[in-house]
């Protein structure tokens, strides 16, 4: 299963961000798909996530401003961000759970998206 982002990186104080990502591979099922960031010195952390249930999550630091959708058909996750600030600045990394089969889950990452939120 491979994952590819999509998305600009620089954003000015206050804008938005709008960042995709495609799973693609051979895929049974997916559980949940999510984004995550990890800034420079710090853990990587939630910023929001979609089970296929039908569950959303937002990070603390995200939540009001954020906006997680799926398209299952396309095994596509999107995340737009509002009223970004210099410290939503991190590589933001897509991640998909799933299975390929009944009996064999996956888990995988994207290559991350570096975000930098500068005038």
């Known amino acids: 299963v491979q994952l590819q982002a999509s998305g600009r990186g620089l954003v000015q104080p206050g804008g938005f961000l709008r960042l995709s990502c495609v799973a693609s591979?051979?895929?049974?099922?997916?559980?949940?798909m999510g984004w995550y960031r990890q800034a420079p010195g710090k853990q990587r952390e939630l910023v929001a996530s979609?089970?296929?249930?039908?569950?959303?999550t937002y990070g603390d630091s995200v939540k009001g401003r954020s906006t997680i959708s799926r398209d299952n058909a396309k095994n596509t996750v999107t995340l737009q961000m509002n009223s970004l600030k210099p410290e939503d600045t991190a590589v933001y990394y897509c991640?998909?759970?799933?299975?390929?089969?009944?009996?064999?889950?996956?888990?995988?990452w994207g290559q991350g998206t570096q975000v930098t939120v500068s005038s």
């Open positions: 591979g051979i895929i049974r099922s997916i559980t949940v």
């Open positions: 979609f089970t296929t249930a039908g569950v959303i």
């Open positions: 991640n998909v759970d799933g299975r390929t089969t009944p009996w064999a889950p996956f888990n995988v």
